[in-house]
């Protein structure tokens, strides 16, 4: 069975820091890998996935497939980035369920 | 986002009762999801359909039933309302394979 593990429930950073919210992976096929945000009391808006490779806001994700991992990282964290950061993985299958982790709230203090 | 409105956004009942949550989108998408997101938990699947009248179950099914009649509407059903259901349900819609999922606003729904 797939499996996405966000191993920090909160993670705490100064306005400025650099910023890596970790998310590993298990699945024994080919899967898609998405990270997804939820600022407060929002709906979840998708931020990125791995086969796009592009950079919004200033986050960037690299599919690791030796190391079963899609960590979320950003240079500089800005006050606006404190939301709930979630990844989830799609098995690629014709209905492309998602499998979502538990997700990491992301603090920035001033 | 993708034209999808969740309604009612706020929902208080009582145990026992049955409660219908719907889901409407604008923009055709053959598929549509329910899940659930609980603290500690983030997002779990509960039911979804692959086009009119086809749907399947979740990871936690129990307890839930769907209904798509229409390409445009996805509803989700708790026949007797327990309070393990107090949750924020949303819905998700998703145009094809390979093309990313898009949320709604989410209902927050109360069973005491």
């Known amino acids: 069975a797939q499996r996405v593990t966000q191993p920090e429930k909160l993670l705490s950073v100064f306005k400025g820091a650099p910023v890596e919210l970790k998310c590993n992976y298990s699945?024994?096929?080919?899967?898609?890998l998405f990270w997804y945000v939820q600022y407060s009391r929002q709906r979840l808006q998708l931020l990125l996935r791995?086969?796009s490779r592009e950079s919004i806001k200033g986050f960037t994700a690299d599919l690791n497939k030796g190391e079963t991992s899609f960590h979320l990282k950003k240079p500089f964290a800005q006050e606006e980035d404190s939301a709930m950061y979630y990844c989830?993985?799609?098995?690629?299958?014709?209905?492309?369920?998602?499998?979502f982790g538990k997700g990491t709230m992301l603090l920035v203090s001033p | 986002d993708a034209g999808i409105t969740q309604s009612p956004r706020h929902k208080v009942t009582e145990t026992g009762t049955p409660v219908t949550l719907r889901c409407h989108q604008t923009?055709?998408?053959?598929?549509m999801y329910w899940y659930r997101q609980d603290p500690g938990h983030g997002l779990r699947l509960i039911h979804y359909?692959?086009?009119?009248?086809?749907?399947d179950k979740g990871e936690v099914s129990d307890g839930y039933s769907v209904s798509r009649s229409k390409t445009e509407d996805f509803l989700l059903t708790l026949e007797s309302a327990t309070s393990s259901q107090t949750s924020v349900y949303f819905c998700?819609?998703?145009?094809?394979?390979?093309?990313?999922?898009?949320f709604g606003d989410g209902t927050r729904l109360s069973i005491l």
């Open positions: 989830a993985l799609s098995d690629n299958s014709g209905y492309s369920t998602l499998t």
């Open positions: 791995h086969i």
């Open positions: 699945y024994s096929g080919s899967p898609e």
């Open positions: 359909s692959y086009g009119v009248k086809d749907t």
């Open positions: 923009e055709n998408h053959r598929y």
């Open positions: 998700a819609t998703q145009g094809g394979n390979n093309q990313p999922q898009h």
